[in-house]
């Protein structure tokens, strides 16, 4: 057994243990407490899906990079970097240039077309009932497969501080995760969410610059000297510093790159909880300044990254990491532990409190998700295609509450399943099943005229359809020993993302069952988004 391993389960570690399990419990009260205060004051259906649009737009652009730098920001990418050097690290610039095309082409007009969810901009100018529907498919299942890698990451976690190995442990914690976000959901709403949003960006970055400063202090503030020792230390050599270490080794690996790489800048406009984030601030020139806000903030965030990843790969050994944790999401509470000395007090204060800080992000990202998914079941399936729009907003609200638990229910057991898988790889796939089906329905309802029902429909499932078949058949769900079912092996489909297939078949769909449909689209109602989409005129 490695040391951090010896240090974490041994006795010794009891009065360490208590303190660990004190701090977590006082940033999971203090969220409650927020939640609670913010659910107070959630009044009416604006209150409970977008604020009451009362946030700022730096407010706004903190909570959007609260609900951004999720666990796979902060554990599966400082994993992937201390694992895979170079090619870890492709991580980060694709979560980061991503929001170039958030910023550029979706933010604002979105923000002026819609009133609570991604189904009111599609919805528009079509048959409301079939697109509603699809819209709420979609945020539904990108939304359970983006909670998959909290899950995951949150199991993880904790099982590292408690010094549970068991699976049946690990499980369990999976569930109080979702537990916690579901009362976040049900009792904050967007209010509540928000604010644990903020707090967890603001603890999140602290966190990380922490953890930066002390690495480069280790190193003399000597770059060369911290990628040097991260070499030597991995094994690998020069290789470590350079492309090719986990995506150039075949013509697969390197397909799987460029999959990844499309999936991850084409993502990020399609990912419901950011999308519904733009409803939160009262004007469209508050959108676009808390865009601004979570880019230069996300950016920040991603550059410290490298010092983690790296960090971590210099000062741990790389079976230590693995053996941790098979997809290398330990490797930043392992450097924490490193950082304050692994038998110290410090060492157990700063594991303790990175993890805490891991934690808040979990909970806070989940709760975005979950909020995203139920305010899209609630708002578009129920209120518009079950109820053809006479519900009222307290049956509305009370019909999101009912859809968080069974979201919540469902997160719990495919997270339980997904314990083992690397977080960054799992937050992927979200990206390329919102690439796949959202994005191209989104692009093409703001800016093509003739779009008509029929390529919203087509677009939709079958980005959907194809993106997740292929992920089914993919080595992530069988066929390797880091696969969610190892020992069995069903998979036909080389590559881990689907996105090089998906998204190219999501906007040829939406194409074709343009064309070949019979349907006019509706100029009138077009010239009408378009005006209000570019202008804000007629925003709710």
């Known amino acids: 057994m490695n040391t951090a391993q010896t240090f974490l389960a041994a006795g010794e570690a009891g009065e360490h243990r208590t303190l660990i399990i004190t701090l977590f419990a006082v940033f999971v009260v203090a969220t409650l407490v927020i939640t609670v205060w913010a659910g107070r004051q959630t009044k009416d259906a604006a209150d409970f899906y977008a604020g009451g649009r009362q946030f700022t737009g730096f407010q706004n652009g903190l909570a959007v990079s609260g609900d951004y730098m999720s666990a796979a920001s902060f554990l599966g990418i400082a994993g992937a970097i201390a694992l895979f050097g170079y090619d870890g690290f492709l991580y980060s610039i694709g979560f980061l240039v991503a929001w170039l095309v958030a910023l550029l082409l979706v933010a604002e007009p979105l923000r002026n077309s819609g009133r609570y969810t ?63 976000m579901i009362l976040y959901v049900t009792i904050g709403g967007m209010k509540g969410t928000t604010w644990v949003q903020m707090v967890k960006a603001v603890l999140l970055i602290a966190g990380a610059l922490l953890l930066t400063f002390l690495v480069l202090l280790k190193f003399d503030f000597n770059l060369s000297d911290l ?25 697969t690996t390197k397909l799987d790159f460029i999959s990844l790489g499309i999936a991850l800048v084409l993502g990020t406009a399609g990912l419901p909880h950011i999308l519904i984030r733009f409803y939160t601030v009262p004007t469209a020139k508050a959108a676009r300044k808390s865009v601004l806000w979570a880019i230069g903030l996300i950016g920040a965030f991603y550059l410290m990254t490298l010092a983690l990843g790296f960090g971590a790969a210099a000062l741990i050994e790389p079976d230590e990491i693995t053996s941790s944790n098979k997809a290398g999401n330990t490797a930043a509470p392992l450097l924490a532990l490193h950082l304050g000395g692994v038998d110290s007090t410090w060492g157990a204060i700063l594991l303790a409190t990175i993890s805490a800080v891991a934690f808040a992000t979990i909970l806070a990202v989940v709760a975005g998700l979950t909020l995203a998914s139920s305010s899209s079941f609630a708002h578009d399936i129920y209120a518009n295609v079950i109820k053809r729009g006479t519900a009222t907003e307290k049956q509305e609200i009370n019909a999101a509450r009912y859809a968080t638990v069974g979201i919540g229910a469902v997160s719990i057991l495919l997270g339980a399943l997904a314990r083992d898988l690397n977080v960054a790889g799992l937050v992927a796939l979200a990206f390329a099943v919102a690439a796949s089906a959202n994005l191209p329905t989104i692009l093409y309802s703001l800016f093509w005229k003739r779009f008509t029902t029929a390529g919203a429909l087509w677009s939709i499932y079958g980005g959907l359809v194809t993106a997740v078949g292929l992920v089914l058949f993919s080595p992530v769900v069988s066929g390797k020993p880091t696969s969610m079912f190892p020992d069995v092996d069903f998979h036909w489909f080389p590559l881990e993302n689907p996105g090089l297939i998906s998204i190219p078949v999501g906007f040829l769909l939406g194409w074709l069952g343009t064309v070949i449909s019979k349907e006019e689209p509706d100029t009138a109602k077009y010239a009408e988004l378009e005006v209000r989409s570019m202008t804000g005129t007629g925003a709710h």
């Open 118 to 180: 991604m189904g009111d901009v599609l919805a528009y100018r079509m048959r409301q009932r079939p697109v509603r529907t699809a819209a709420g498919v979609s945020t539904i299942v990108v939304s359970i497969f983006y909670l998959l890698a909290q899950m995951a990451g949150a199991g993880v976690l904790v099982s590292l501080l408690l010094g549970i190995t068991s699976d049946s442990g690990k499980i369990g914690i999976v569930a109080l995760v979702g537990v916690l």
């Open 227 to 251: 990628l040097g020792s991260a070499a030597d230390n991995s094994g690998k050599g020069a290789a470590f510093l350079e492309p090719g270490l986990k995506y150039g080794a075949t013509g």
